[in-house]
């Protein structure tokens, strides 16, 4: 799945402050936009029970599953809250444009 | 050895194994045998039974369900439940019935019963079970002849019994039952629901005096009379009255007669010990055993239930037959030679005539230093006592309501401590916290049973240097989850931290992310005019940082506060109240129409269907509020939906108001003393989706039958003292009240005279409810927080004068409500309702 590359569209898809879900390649991609700035993308999946991370409350640090509020870094994936972590892409903006490195 | 040509198999088997035979073929003997087999019983002997009902073996405590079917329904095989094992059994099992023969004497020496078919059966281990037979006290007009009851005259022990009483009975309109202990109660139960009138006739003024005391038979007593049943207690009867050959009434021995046209007797039951008798085996009031469960005379022999007289006691209960068929098994098959049964504590739990009882140990105190607790409410059937010797509780009684006698059970078979105060052993009082102290807890107890948070990880996080509840709750998510264990969480915390409850500030903030309480949180936002969630970050939290725990109650704050200036931030809402449904386990989402008062129409409910099947919903719904619930639903497809439903939002994933469950009131209801279902409707059209720090449940009631369940609400309304029209009852307001994770009955705010009154203090208890209560705090606490005194004050009294300007602003909340649905038939934001996990298979939920 390294070295998989994708390009999303306007980055404006994702609202400010809020997350989306991508396919990146076979993997589904929940991409972050924080208020505070920079993008964010983590493994769509909980890997406590399965829950959409990407319909998640952020802030500036982390990500909260919906289903039963284990909270994630947008970082680095690392659950503060017990539960596994979750695997963390690269996230960035080119020419106004969503890009997202898996690996 | 004697020859038993009439049965070769039996000769056959008896070379390679022992030969056990079993009189007695009720509950005792086939548990006996039960017991044997699973000790590998089976490979040691060969089984011969001989049981004198041709039937295979049933269970009596069901009788009195026999008695209560339809008339002259026969009883056959395959109905399972009243036979413990058809014939079927015995025949995999290699058993050797014998219905319908029996055994008229032992030969001891020779070692063979014989049987009344003119058999000789051959034994190396007897078991009787003979059990028991009910007792006909000697009267005038009993028999017909030596053997033979005159026609009308039942006893109430056997199938046979049972049948023939409800073959007679059909056409019959009276009953007199002779006896008032269980049994009788039972027949009396089984008789009327046949439609007779019937008369309980019992010697002493105790109805069931084998178990009950006084005061609980009266309790008992006046719950029958209350059904029907008549009673006539201290009474004898004299004589049996016949017209014709058959049963026409009964004379008492002070002369008066009672006109009958059936008679049950259940005056006591008689262990069968005629056989044991005729051969020799000691016997008093049933055959006496040692502590294996043998007779006394012959260690071949072995006996078992109600025929069996163990040191002095004979029992007539299941329960103790149980113990005595192990011990039994243990010794017959060598499975433990040792075995030794040293009697029974009673503590049986039964249905008398549909009531409730349930008893153990002794009935009253014995010494003047036994404690006893008694707790009597006649008015609904209750009466509770419970016995204690020396810290111990040695007997119990519970009628009506019995549903602490596991937990007495539990004390009463291990002898365990009791709470210091007694009355605990009969209610629930607060919290499970005040029944055990925190630190006597083991560390393997479960404190959080949403995530499986045990007191020890609890205590290890306090070792590891976690120095406040929270963030022991934070590290551990006890707590997390419905949050009913929050205050045995602080309790526990508490406790491993040296018992010095470490104030941790955060607990009084509105949210964590900023270090104020509600009110000077929502001074500085009135002060600053802070409009969105990001200002209030950037504002009041430090360094300005958002908090994701924090932005869903911020949200509801700040939308209750500025109703018309709110800055809609979308990422401040939570997943639900973006999209406007619930969402699932499997990412999908509940949709919840509204249906105010839970009042529907063909119309709609066809629309329902037809949306339903349109969309493929996986799971259609009742909701416990009173609506329809669609389940499974896409968040791409909410919309197409929610156009189809055509029905506005019924909030039901919101911190919000949700419904208020109504009963049928005046409309229909023949008791009903207000219109509870037009002001369910009206409540609920003028709150509806008005948020607040947590859900609001209500309900309205037309009676104080209180069949919306208005008491457990958060806030319930009762019609009491109504006229006819019912528009002129006054209300009952219950506030604070819940039956969810907490049970609590509201307390009553205010009792008022007409519905716009109603209308008015219930808006007013919701408004300050949304501006005092924390976030997520339920009614359920903060009524008691406030206190009920400060609450009639500012709501109905208007103590502060604030009563207008509440009433105010819950209008302007009213008058601003869109329904969400219609709103976002247009994406609010871009990917509004996009998967969330594409293309990927969702943990799936089974659809039924």
């Given amino acids: ?103 | 050895m004697t020859q038993t040509a009439e049965r070769p198999d039996l000769e056959q088997s008896g070379s390679t194994k022992r030969r056990l035979v079993v009189v007695g073929n009720g509950m005792s003997g086939a548990r006996a045998i039960e017991e044997i087999l699973a000790r590998g019983g089976g490979e040691q002997f060969s089984i011969t039974v001989f049981g004198d009902e041709p039937y295979g073996n049933y269970n009596r405590i069901l009788l009195s369900e026999v008695l209560a079917n339809p008339v002259g329904e026969t009883v056959d095989d395959d109905e399972g439940e009243l036979f413990l094992n058809p014939r079927a059994w015995y025949d995999e099992n290699g058993i050797d019935l014998h219905a319908g023969v029996r055994i008229v004497r032992i030969d001891r020496h020779a070692r063979v019963v014989l049987g009344d078919d003119g058999s000789v059966t051959p034994y190396d281990v007897l078991v009787l079970a003979t059990g028991s037979r009910s007792f006909f006290p000697p009267m005038e007009g009993m028999w017909k002849t030596d053997t033979e009851l005159t026609p009308g005259v039942f006893g109430f022990r056997s199938l046979d019994d049972a049948q023939a009483m409800l073959k007679y009975v059909r056409g019959k309109s009276s009953a007199v039952v002779i006896g008032g202990g269980l049994l009788g109660l039972e027949a009396a139960a089984g008789l009327q629901a046949h439609g007779l009138a019937v008369h309980v006739v019992h010697p002493t003024e105790v109805l069931m005096n084998q178990q009950l005391e006084a005061e609980a038979s009266k309790v008992l007593r006046s719950k029958l009379e209350d059904m029907g049943m008549h009673m006539h207690l201290g009474v004898k009867t004299s004589e049996i009255l016949t017209e014709s050959g058959r049963v026409s009434g009964v004379r008492f021995t002070d002369g008066s007669t009672l006109d009958c046209d059936t008679v049950v007797v259940t005056a006591g039951i008689r262990p069968n010990i005629g056989l044991a008798m005729v051969s020799g085996l000691e016997t008093q009031r049933a055959i006496v055993v040692d502590d294996r469960m043998r007779s006394v005379d012959d260690d071949a022999i072995f006996v078992v239930g109600e025929c069996a007289q163990h040191r002095g006691e004979v029992y007539g209960v299941v329960g103790p037959l149980w113990e005595q068929a192990g011990v039994l098994a243990d010794v017959v098959t060598g499975a433990n030679p040792d075995a030794e049964y040293h009697g029974s504590r009673l503590a049986t739990k039964l249905k008398v005539a549909g009531v409730d009882v349930a008893q153990m140990g002794v009935k009253t105190p014995e010494r003047s230093s036994d404690e006893f607790v008694q707790f009597s409410e006649t008015g609904r059937g209750v009466y509770q006592t419970v016995v204690i010797r020396d810290g111990t509780l040695i007997g119990a009684t519970l009628v009506g309501d019995i549903s602490k006698a596991a937990a007495l059970t539990q004390a009463f078979d291990s002898r365990s401590a009791l709470p210091e105060e007694r009355v605990k052993l009969l209610f629930d009082l607060g919290s499970a916290g005040d029944d055990t102290s925190a630190a006597d807890l083991p560390d393997d107890t479960q404190i959080c049973n949403c995530n499986g948070v045990s007191k020890g990880d609890l205590v290890a996080c306090v070792h590891d240097g976690a120095e406040t509840v929270s963030a022991c709750m934070a590290a551990t998510r006890a707590g997390k989850g419905c949050g009913s264990c929050k205050g045995l969480v602080k309790e526990v915390v508490e406790a491993a931290l040296g018992g010095e409850g470490a104030e941790d500030p955060a607990d009084s903030y509105y949210v964590p992310g900023i270090p104020l309480d509600k009110p000077t949180l929502m001074a500085e936002i009135r002060a600053r005019g802070l409009t969105s969630v990001s200002s209030v970050f950037a504002e009041l939290a430090p360094d300005g940082t958002e908090h994701v725990g924090s932005k869903m109650g911020l949200t509801a704050l700040l939308r209750m506060m500025w109703p018309d200036d709110f800055v809609d931030e979308r990422d401040g809402r939570f997943i639900n109240d973006r999209v406007h449904a619930n969402i699932q386990r499997d990412g999908t989402f509940s949709v919840v129409p509204r249906m105010s008062g839970g009042v529907t129409s063909p119309e709609q409910l066809r629309r329902i269907a037809d949306v339903a099947e349109k969309h493929d919903i996986p799971m259609v719904k009742l909701t416990g509020g009173q609506r329809i619930d669609l389940l499974g639903v896409p968040k791409e497809k909410l919309q197409e939906v929610w156009a189809d439903l055509d029905m506005p939002s019924g909030w039901a994933y919101g911190k919000s108001f949700r419904t208020v469950k109504t009963c049928v009131g005046t409309d229909f209801c023949r008791f009903g003393l207000g219109d509870s279902t037009q002001l369910g409707i009206d409540i609920e059209e003028r709150c509806k989706g008005i948020e607040g720090p947590a859900k609001m449940k209500l309900a309205v009631s037309g009676c104080p039958r209180n069949c919306a369940e208005s008491m457990v609400k958060d806030v319930g309304l009762v019609a009491v003292g109504g006229q006819e029209d019912g528009r002129h009852c006054q209300w009952q307001i219950y506030v604070g009240g819940a039956a969810g994770a907490t049970i609590r009955k509201g307390d009553v705010l205010a009792t008022v005279d007409s519905h716009e009154e109603a209308m008015t203090i219930t808006g007013r208890f919701l408004q300050y409810y949304r501006e005092n209560a924390n976030w997520l705090e339920r009614t359920y606490d903060f009524v008691p927080r406030m206190g009920l005194d400060h609450l009639i004050g500012v709501i109905v009294d208007d103590t502060e004068g604030i009563a207008a300007e509440l009433d105010a602003r819950m209008q302007e909340a009213v008058d601003r409500y869109v329904d969400p649905w219609a709103a976002d038939q247009t994406e609010s934001t871009p990917g509004q309702f996009h998967d969330a996990l594409p293309l990927v298979p969702l943990p799936q939920v089974p659809v039924r």
């Fill in chain 1, 1 to 103: 799945m390294s070295g998989v590359e994708a390009r999303l569209g306007p980055v404006d898809q994702v609202p400010l402050g809020e997350g989306r879900a991508f396919l990146v390649g076979d993997e589904p991609v929940a991409v972050f936009r924080p208020r505070g700035g920079g993008l964010y993308a983590l493994r769509a999946i909980c890997p406590h029970r399965g829950g959409p991370l990407a319909d998640g409350l952020t802030d500036d640090e982390v990500v909260m599953c919906p289903l039963h509020n284990h909270q994630f870094s947008l970082a680095d994936g690392s659950c503060g809250t017990g539960a596994d972590g979750v695997a963390a892409y690269t996230a960035s903006e080119e020419d106004g444009e969503l890009v997202v490195r898996l690996g």
